[in-house]
């Protein structure tokens, strides 16, 4: 089983501010790698698929990059409404694992 | 409008079932793989099962492996799970999902979640 472990597990940042998530995989995945968010009782909301791609609606500001075994999530500057839970998720191999995610919080 | 709605969760006893059903709307049901995952209170996220479209292939997470049973109907456009020997840690929210794991496009879609309270 291929285990994501994703820093920083919370982060607190202001309006504005340039957010840097990453997922580190504990081995080589393909780019079926995926990040969602996530907010208080909601279902989980695809951002980003095929490791660099935005899902459809999502705003530019979210970025995605990386390879290999080390992923990373960009948002380059952060509205309020971005404040959320950050997921990770590889499709490369089964089973499908989950990053336990990152927590975006407001300063 | 593309829209899952599932049902079926509540309250169990340890080592009872429940079955999960999850209603397919707005596309076309019998050309896609789905999915559950599940969350568990306060917790992340855990892929749990996935079904191809024609049912041919069917893939478990190992902590539900020999006591779920994922399925479909196509003519009704319905996905099921089957959970026999509930324990408590089952309890969380389960999901249904429509995505092709190898082939995620830019539209992916979830329910709103049924809880399932697995409890003495």
């Known amino acids: 089983e291929i285990v994501l472990t994703q820093s920083p597990a919370a982060l607190s940042l202001s309006p504005g501010d340039r957010a840097t998530l990453s997922c580190r995989a504990s081995q080589t995945v393909s780019s079926y790698f995926v990040w969602y968010q996530q907010k208080p009782g909601q279902a989980p909301r695809l951002l980003i698929y095929?490791?660099?791609k935005r899902a459809t609606g999502i705003p530019a500001r979210f970025s995605g990059s990386g390879s290999g075994t080390d992923f990373t999530l960009t948002i380059s500057s952060l509205e309020p409404e971005d404040f959320a839970v950050y997921y990770c998720q590889q499709r490369s191999n089964w089973p499908l694992t989950f990053g336990q995610g990152t927590r975006l919080e407001i300063k | 409008e593309v829209q899952l709605v599932e049902s079926g969760g509540g309250l169990v006893k340890p080592g009872g079932s429940l079955r999960l059903s999850c209603a397919a709307s707005g596309f076309t049901f019998n050309s896609y793989s789905m999915n559950w995952v599940r969350q568990a209170p306060g917790k992340g996220l855990e892929w749990v099962s996935s079904i191809s479209s024609r049912s041919e292939h069917i893939l478990y997470a190992d902590s539900v492996k020999g006591r779920f049973t994922i399925s479909r109907d196509n003519a009704k456009d319905s996905l099921f799970l089957q959970m026999d020997s509930l324990r408590a840690d089952d309890t969380a929210v389960y999901y249904c999902?429509?995505?092709?794991?190898?082939?995620?496009?830019?539209?992916?879609?979830w329910g709103q979640g049924t809880l399932v309270t697995v409890s003495s």
């Open positions: 999902t429509r995505f092709e794991a190898r082939n995620t496009g830019p539209d992916e879609y």
């Open positions: 095929d490791a660099s």
